[in-house]
């Protein structure tokens, strides 16, 4: 008899991992990104959505020395998701600046 895997829903991989308890309040308008404001990562707090991303062994690698350099070279001790997300906040603001000569831009079209 074949056994059926019950997988999660969308709405289970998509929720938010904290329950926001303000009874009646409005929900607040997504702000627009502004091209002049800097996008400034999250840094050391409890963050409230997750994302899965999938890496090679040598991008792991990759960034454990990153990290090991930063914390040996620099005394900055910081974690795998912090330097992601500092990564992923100097990326973004270079496609803010710089669009269509952003690296964003050049690395994903040279593919």
Do not use: C, W
């Amino acid at each position: 008899m074949a056994r059926r895997v019950s997988l999660p829903t969308a709405d289970d991989l998509f929720r938010p991992t904290a329950v926001h308890a303000v009874p009646d309040a409005p929900e607040p308008a997504a702000p627009e990104p502004e091209a002049a404001t800097p996008l400034v990562p999250s840094g050391r707090v409890r963050h409230d959505e997750k994302m899965t991303v999938y890496v090679t062994s040598d991008e792991l690698l990759h960034i454990e020395h990153a990290r090991l350099s930063l914390r040996s070279a620099h005394g900055l001790a910081v974690d795998r998701g912090r330097l992601v997300r500092e990564a992923v906040a100097l990326v973004l603001a270079d496609f803010d600046a710089n669009g269509d000569d952003s690296v964003l831009v050049r690395r994903l079209t040279q593919e």
